[in-house]
């Protein structure tokens, strides 16, 4: 059986190097599924041989951006970690990570693991090992014509929370879903959150997916929301309401950067966007649950870089771009407000596919606040991919003009000559590798 964990971790390693060096492309996904065919229990063996826990992070949006914050985090207070940094986080990708990170004799020297998992993947990772603890960041809406409503998602956490019940969840308590979930799965939990109101919420149209009690069914009441239904709340008739927050983020300022308090410490980021809050809180929490002192957290925070696509910057011909994937209603009003934090002109790139790893179904562009990229001093919005003209209709819907132009390195190039110096590219799920590998291309060419 060793020799065989052995002749899988020398497989996926060509695998993958071959993807990358011959194909360009990333071969994690097909590393990981050889590695299982060639030995069915590599997973289950590479999992039992991590010397200290096992984290993993769920959640509808930044599962990525946490994990591998998470991971970083726990590397800059001395430990080696097992992860898979790319973000491919179901079955084959997670196996990947550990045989990609075992060593040529088929063995892992690892302190730690820190593994994003698809929340619907859950069931079948689960009986491979039981982590030691889940960061649960939140739970949105997300392609439903792959996951259906979000009561299905939340029943296949809840099965399986309670088939690792030593499992501890950290969970947002901000978010009712959430917390509820992490209540009713009779898992011990812990909760980050903040506590205070940040951002005036007042005529926003996002769709609020939290609005009723799922304890009793009765309507929620919102003191304040922080953005979609992430906030703080109480049942209008039974007992559930916001958990007390362990971990409460305070003195929240948002501006070139991000910058807030939790327990005894000032925490400083420089990125955009008000929900890299909540990634930042929520691997913090993880880290000091875990045990860690977290001494070094914010010298990690100074040199982390987002990569896969999550703001992450290139400089092309000049010109300032950034990339940020924008896969659901909620993921994307987001962005939006990113970009909105950038007060001066540039112009903006949205990338729309359905392909079935995206979702077949694009009605939730209608779902989306486009309209405040009317007060986001937008020089042009360009519309690509293979549904440009659904996103195009879309914004003529609430009177903004768009350019189409399928080809997305096409449409970048336009912008990188005929722009103002300072990109925006929004992808949603199946275009972000093949977008990120065309920006690193171009930032490149000379």
Same mark, same amino acid.
């Given at each position: ?161 309670? $088939? ?45 997916? =939290? ?78 649950? =875990? ?92 519309? $690509? ?52 590998d065309t920006l690193k291309r171009l930032e490149g060419a000379k």
């Open positions: 059986m060793n020799f065989r964990r052995m002749l899988a971790v020398w497989a996926a390693k060509i695998v993958e190097r071959i993807s990358v060096k011959v194909f360009h492309k990333h071969g994690v996904t097909w590393a990981g599924k050889i590695a299982l065919r060639i030995c069915p229990s590599i997973l289950k063996d590479l999992a039992a041989q991590v010397k200290k826990d096992i984290f993993i992070v769920c959640g509808t949006n930044g599962k990525t951006t946490t994990n591998n914050m998470l991971c970083s985090a726990i590397e800059a207070e001395g430990y080696r970690v097992i992860c898979n940094h790319t973000g491919s986080n179901m079955l084959n990708g997670v196996v990947a990570a550990f045989a990609l990170g075992a060593k040529l004799n088929g063995n892992l020297d690892a302190d730690y693991a820190s593994i994003e998992i698809d929340e619907a993947s859950t069931r079948r990772v689960f009986p491979h090992f039981k982590p030691n603890y889940m960061v649960l960041t939140n739970l949105f809406r997300d392609q439903l014509d792959r996951y259906g409503e979000i009561d299905i998602t939340m029943n296949i956490l809840k099965e399986s929370m309670q $088939s690792a019940p030593d499992m501890k969840v950290i969970v947002n308590g901000d978010d009712a879903l959430s917390a509820f979930l992490a209540m009713d799965s009779g898992n011990d939990f812990v909760t980050y959150g903040i506590s205070e109101k940040v951002l005036d919420d007042k005529g926003s149209r996002e769709i609020r997916e =939290g609005r009723f009690c799922k304890k009793c069914g009765a309507p929620l009441h919102y003191n304040f929301y922080h953005y979609s239904q992430l906030g703080d709340y109480k049942c209008t008739k039974c007992d559930f309401e916001r958990p007390q927050i362990d971990f409460n983020a305070f003195d929240v300022e948002i501006g070139e950067g991000l910058l807030f308090s939790v327990e005894d410490k000032r925490l400083f980021a420089n990125y955009k966007g008000f929900y890299n809050v909540y990634n930042i809180l929520a691997a913090y929490s993880a880290v000091r649950t =875990g045990g860690m002192k977290a001494e070094h957290f914010n010298d990690m925070l100074k040199n982390f870089n987002p990569e896969n696509g999550r703001m992450e910057e290139f400089t092309i011909k000049g010109t300032k771009t950034v990339l940020n994937l924008a896969k659901n209603p909620a993921g994307f009003n987001q962005n939006i407000s990113a970009v909105m934090q950038d007060e001066t002109l540039k112009d903006v790139v949205i990338v729309i596919n359905d392909n079935a790893q995206d979702g077949t179904d694009v009605s939730w562009l209608w779902d989306v606040d486009f309209d405040r990229f009317k007060g986001a001093n937008v020089n042009s919005i360009t519309v $690509s991919g293979i549904r440009c003209y659904d996103m195009g209709l879309r914004l003529k819907y609430v009177d903004i003009g768009s350019m189409c132009e399928p080809n997305v390195e096409k449409a970048v190039c336009e912008r990188v000559e005929n722009g103002c110096k300072n990109l925006y590219v929004l992808v949603n799920y199946t275009a972000l590798y093949s977008t990120r």
